[in-house]
C-alpha cells in the first residue's frame, strides 16, 4: 500500500460523514480527526443548519472539540482528514488548533463547480495551502484525490441549486 492508498479509507469515512450531515438536514460535508497510529478519534459533520451556527462547518466544529479534549503537542502529531479542501475558516481553526497535516478529498475548486450560486455556500477561492502558508508552522496538505471524487461528489448531487 502507497502513502497516498493509505488515507482512502479515512476520506471514504468522510464522504459517509457527510452523507450522514445531508441525511440530518446539513450541507454534505465530514471530517475526522485521527491520531499518529491511525485511530480515529473524532468525527464530525456540518451543523450549520440544525445547530442554526453560520460557524458549523464539520472541520472548524471538529477542532473545537479537539481543542478541548487533546494537548496543542498531541494534535500536531494527528492528521485531519476531509471530504472538501477546507474553507478559510476551517484552515484558520486548523491552523490556531495545531494539527500538522490535513488531508482532502475534492479541491475548493471543484467543490465550487458543485455547489454552483447556491446562496448555502458562497465558496471563498482561497486554497487552505494559501492559508497556511501565512503561518508560522509548517502543515502538511494532501489533496485532492480523484481516487475518491466521483463519490464525493454524489454526496452532493441534487442538493445544491
Known amino acids: 500500500m502507497t502513502d497516498r492508498e493509505k488515507h482512502i479509507p479515512y476520506l471514504r469515512r468522510c464522504v459517509e460523514l457527510s452523507l450522514l450531515a445531508r441525511e440530518s438536514g446539513n450541507t454534505p460535508f465530514g471530517a475526522l480527526l485521527a491520531g499518529p497510529d ?3 478519534l473524532l468525527e464530525q459533520g456540518n451543523i450549520e443548519i440544525t445547530g442554526r451556527n453560520c460557524t458549523g462547518h464539520a472541520e472548524r466544529t471538529l477542532m473545537e472539540a479537539a481543542s478541548k479534549r487533546f494537548s496543542r503537542q498531541e494534535l500536531w502529531n494527528c492528521t485531519l482528514y476531509t471530504s472538501a479542501e ?10 490556531w488548533g495545531n494539527v500538522g497535516r490535513v488531508v482532502y478529498g475534492i479541491s ?5 463547480e458543485l455547489t454552483g450560486e447556491d446562496e448555502q455556500n458562497p465558496t471563498l477561492d482561497l486554497p487552505c495551502r494559501e492559508v497556511f502558508s501565512r503561518g508560522r508552522k509548517p502543515i502538511e496538505v494532501i489533496g485532492p484525490f480523484p481516487e475518491v471524487e466521483e463519490e464525493t461528489a454524489a454526496a452532493h448531487a441534487g442538493y445544491w441549486k
Open 86 to 95: 477546507p474553507c478559510a475558516m476551517c484552515a484558520g481553526s486548523i491552523y
Open 38 to 40: 491511525g485511530t480515529i
Open 108 to 112: 475548493e475548486k471543484h467543490l465550487a
